[in-house]
């Protein structure tokens, strides 16, 4: 028999309780920084030492943090159903916990890329990509990130896999950056929808929608174990 497939969409909270900050909570990153100095092409332009640090600081962070149980949770999920995550994350933390399907929106904190052509993809060695680090064409490396105001390369294939879910998760976004948040909308209005946020997310208009008040780590073991039965 083929197994059902089921989506799941995360953003920055389910990392939150492996130690990695979310964007818009109140201690989030971008209370921290401003979005317009760290993560456009303007700031690029303007500062790449600041933009490069401010990943570096990101990947060493990544690189010390651990799955917590809500990545282990949706890895247990594979064992009965086709599973594929698609993460607005950075980090590879759905991966590290095991995840075979995994779509990176938002790009990868472990890799860099040629300014010149995007095509050259390269695995990071340590945690930092250095001013005057080069790819093989000549040109400085830059963070494999999808800035605001940047095409998001991924988004055609990930609506096509929301549409074919049967069952689709949403999991630790606030659902306000586009195009990405819109994914919803391609998901079948008969399909069931789980949501786990301990906040309140907007997402009227969603049909077959349950909505999970809780953080990752409690809501999606306990989801996870109703639909493993
Ligand atoms: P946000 O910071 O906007 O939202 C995080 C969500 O996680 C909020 O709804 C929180 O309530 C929720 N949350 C916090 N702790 C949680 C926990 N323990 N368990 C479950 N949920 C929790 O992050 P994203 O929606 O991922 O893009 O942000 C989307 C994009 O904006 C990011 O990919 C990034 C950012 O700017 C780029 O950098 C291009």
């Known amino acids: 028999m083929t197994k059902q497939k089921i ?26 920084y401003n979005i317009n100095d760290v993560a456009t092409p303007q700031a690029w332009a303007k500062n790449r030492e600041l933009v490069l640090e ?6 060493k962070q990544t690189q010390e943090a651990q799955p917590n149980l809500a990545h282990k949770a949706l890895k247990e999920l594979e064992k009965k159903y086709d599973v594929t995550i698609i993460t607005q994350n950075i980090d590879d933390l759905h991966e590290r916990a095991g995840s075979k399907k995994v779509v990176h929106l938002h790009g990868e904190i472990n890799k860099a890329r040629s300014t010149l052509d995007e095509t050259l993809v390269y695995k990071i060695k340590g945690t930092e ?4 680090e080069k790819c093989e064409r000549g040109s400085q490396l830059r963070p494999h990130i999808v800035w605001f ?3 998001v390369p991924m988004m055609d294939v990930a609506y096509k896999m929301a549409a074919e879910a049967d069952i ?8 306000v950056v586009y195009p990405a948040a819109g994914i919803l909308n391609y998901v079948a209005p008969t399909v069931p929808k789980y949501m786990i946020d301990p906040s309140d997310v907007n997402v009227s208009g969603i049909k077959n929608l349950t909505i999970i008040k809780q953080k990752a780590s409690v809501g999606l073991p306990q989801l996870v174990e109703e639909l493993m039965k």
């Open 7 to 32: 989506v799941v969409f995360t953003g920055a909270g389910i990392s939150a309780e492996s130690g990695i900050k979310t964007f818009r909570d109140s201690d989030g990153l971008w209370e921290e």
């Open 54 to 59: 401010f990943y570096n600081k990101r990947r």
């Open 129 to 132: 990509i250095k001013l005057g």
């Open 149 to 151: 105001g940047e095409q």
């Open 168 to 175: 689709f998760i949403v999991v630790g976004t606030s659902l």
